[in-house]
């Protein structure tokens, strides 16, 4: 929005002209976007402890957890209305990829409102039935899987890119839709597993996005992309600004969120954060760098599934508790210590996947 008014003003005074660079409007969003956060933050906390949306603590998790309940959720409602407003204010308007990430981001964030909605009002711990979540994610994934596929304009758009190999790419063709669903709605999932301590997911979504941000400029430029071998996809480098403001209100929101948690962010905003990575590493075509740089996510997920396939299979848990943060706060582990560990593996994790654009 402020691109076209910057382009009209610079008729009359010609610094104006410099809001066309793409870095220096990323920059501009991750300020907004924090800025938001911060000035909203402490009346968003008050207001969702006056309508009493307090979390519900399940009573089957770790019993330090208990003393959390009544803690404000839903502050995930705080970023997405940070990073909306900062993307439509610094984004170029005309991009597609941009309505693309804010519509996904949003259907999801939406699915995850009602989620929390049921577990505040309705105090039910569990919200929305998993068949329904599902469903509504499968819906929203081969949507943006479908229309993503219809609007490729080369096939290196379609392409696996591999990472650590100079020319390794798998064509998928009409598996890239079944593929895209599978990113958009794990990762989506995969967040939202994480989410369990205070600060533990949001900060992790933060460092990944930006990474995802520096690839999304170098895949827009042709220059950048042709130097490191990766696909050139005009229009992609706009994501910069989405990822900005994601990283500004990401960081905005864990001034409330870090330990003890002022709020939490609930699905709304972890189930949205996470098909708004999913979605972008799809853009870029960087999904296998997606999974190392997002590693904690992975594993998160992985403690999940090898635990309920080795109690249905044996009738023995693999760990104390699933997803895995539990199994170490069980073990004796501080709460703090579980959630700085994690983000220290996230930031080598991070380092790992940008320097996959080099090492080729």
Same mark, same amino acid.
Request: glycine letters at 10%; a positive charge.
């Given at each position: ?20 660079? !793409? ?9 907004? +976007? ?25 009573? *089957? ?40 990430? !804010? ?11 009602? *989620? ?38 080369? +096939?290196?758009?379609? *392409? ?23 990113? =958009?709605?794990?990762?989506?999932? &995969?967040?939202?597993?994480? *989410?369990?301590?205070?600060?533990? +997911? ?6 990944? &996005? ?14 950048? &992309? ?6 050139? =996809? ?41 098909? &708004?990575?999913?979605?972008? %590493? ?39 508790? %699933? ?27 991070? !380092? ?9």
């Amino acid at each position: 929005m402020l691109v076209w008014l910057a382009e009209y003003l610079s008729q009359f005074y010609s610094p104006f002209s410099a809001v066309k660079y !793409l870095t220096l409007r990323g920059i501009f969003s991750v300020i907004t +976007a924090l800025t938001i956060c911060w000035m909203l933050g402490p009346r968003m906390i008050a207001l969702l402890n006056s309508l009493q949306m307090g979390q519900a603590i399940r009573s *089957d998790g770790p019993q330090s957890h208990l003393s959390k309940a009544g803690t404000p959720t839903m502050g995930g409602a705080l970023i997405l209305m940070a990073m909306f407003i900062s993307t439509l204010l610094w984004a170029n308007l005309e991009n597609v990829y941009v309505w693309v990430v !804010l519509a996904v981001t949003f259907s999801f964030g939406l699915i995850g409102w009602v *989620d929390d909605y049921r577990k505040v009002v309705h105090k039910n711990p569990r919200g929305l039935p998993a068949r329904w979540k599902y469903f509504w994610q499968s819906l929203c994934g081969l949507a943006a899987a479908v229309f993503l596929f219809s609007y490729a304009q080369s +096939a290196a758009e379609l *392409d696996l890119i591999v990472p650590f190999f100079k020319n390794v790419a798998i064509n998928l063709g009409p598996f890239y839709i079944l593929f895209t669903y599978f990113v =958009i709605v794990g990762t989506s999932n &995969a967040v939202n597993l994480t *989410d369990g301590l205070d600060g533990l +997911a949001i900060l992790p979504t933060v460092l990944v &996005a930006g990474a995802l941000g520096i690839m999304a400029y170098l895949t827009g430029n042709y220059q950048f &992309a042709s130097y490191l071998h990766i696909p050139y =996809i005009s229009g992609a480098g706009e994501l910069l600004i989405f990822t900005g403001a994601l990283c500004g209100a990401g960081l905005g929101f864990l001034w409330f969120n870090t330990y003890p948690a002022m709020v939490f962010m609930g699905d709304v905003g972890s189930l949205a954060l996470g098909a &708004a990575l999913g979605v972008i %590493a799809v853009i870029i075509r960087q999904e296998v760098v997606l999974a190392i740089m997002g590693g904690v996510f992975v594993i998160e997920t992985l403690s999940v599934i090898l635990q309920v396939a080795s109690f249905k299979l044996t009738g023995k848990r693999i760990f104390r508790m %699933a997803p895995l943060h539990h199994h170490y706060e069980l073990k004796g582990w501080p709460e703090p210590r579980v959630i700085v560990r994690f983000w220290i593996i996230t930031v080598v994790l991070v !380092l790992v996947g940008l320097a996959t654009l080099k090492l080729r």
